[in-house]
């Protein structure tokens, strides 16, 4: 799943320097091709860099798309939906301490919104904000990925986060060029802005992460988990068009020598 999200990011960057900009990151336009690599599929939702317009997939849209569907559509919402694909993923199919009933309310009310006159609401960035959801995660067999999601929300997190006050700027032209800087918030608040200016940061975040042989199992194998969902909630079909039910996807069918995508 990490080396398909890699490859589909790395494509990503090629795209973006070369001014095209994808506009539907989501599990369905991930194409995992067996013999070579992966690469985000759906080009006819490609159009170019920063059209101020909103396409995409609810669940995977960033927080400031999901509150704002007339914000700009930025390289950075893309790598931000990037960080969803992994967290849908690492929830949906790899056995967790997150509680069938936790997962269920997770899923529903920070990535899968209703809708109100047009906003999904800021339950997206109060999450990345404030990260309560993954403390204490830990999934079966593999070590890394809790550090790695955790990595992800604080670094995403710095997009919402209140400006540093006057007082905290103050600090950090004082105590500039010193070792101190790098223990106030208003630098770190900075440092995580500038790692978004570039696909660089998640990139290496996601490398090392894969090269950490020893925190993945050998045999490792999606397993699907079970939602708890009310016979009410069994009539609701999540943004995506999937039935919001206790097996909320299908297993992917792989035709011999074929492709396939995330989900």
């Known amino acids: 799943m990490l080396c398909s999200t890699l490859d589909a990011l790395n494509c990503h960057e090629d795209a973006v320097k070369a001014g095209v900009l994808h506009r539907d990151i989501s599990i369905g336009n991930i194409l995992i091709r067996l013999k070579t690599r992966s690469s985000p599929v759906n080009d006819d939702r490609s159009d170019k860099v920063r059209q101020p317009t909103c396409t995409g997939t609810w669940q995977f849209m960033s927080a400031a798309l999901v509150k704002d569907r007339n914000a700009p559509h930025t390289f950075v919402d893309n790598i931000e939906s990037f960080f969803y694909v992994i ?3 690492s929830l949906m ?17 920070v990535l899968d919104p209703k809708q109100y006159e047009g906003t999904g609401g800021s339950a997206k960035a109060d999450f990345l904000m404030g990260c309560s959801a993954l403390r204490g995660l830990t999934f079966e067999g593999r070590e890394s990925l809790p550090p790695l999601l955790n ?10 986060e209140p400006e540093p006050s006057e007082e905290e700027k103050a600090l950090l032209s004082q105590h500039a060029g010193t070792a ?3 223990h106030l918030l208003a630098w770190k608040h900075q440092e ?7 696909h660089d940061y998640v990139t290496n975040l996601l490398t090392r992460s894969i090269q950490d042989v020893a925190d993945w199992p050998d045999n490792d194998h999606a397993e699907l988990q079970t939602l708890v969902v009310s016979e009410r909630g069994r009539k609701r079909k999540t943004k995506t068009g999937w039935d919001l039910s206790d097996r909320p996807f299908k297993k992917p069918h792989l035709e011999s020598g074929s492709e396939s995508t995330l989900a």
């Open 192 to 198: 995580r802005l500038r790692w978004l200016e570039s």
């Open 151 to 160: 990595n992800l929300a604080t670094l995403f997190a710095a997009r919402y």
């Open 93 to 109: 199919y790899s056995p967790s301490s997150m509680s069938p009933s936790d997962l269920t309310a997770f899923i529903q009310t």
């Open 180 to 182: 101190l800087v790098a």
């Open 87 to 89: 967290l849908w993923l």
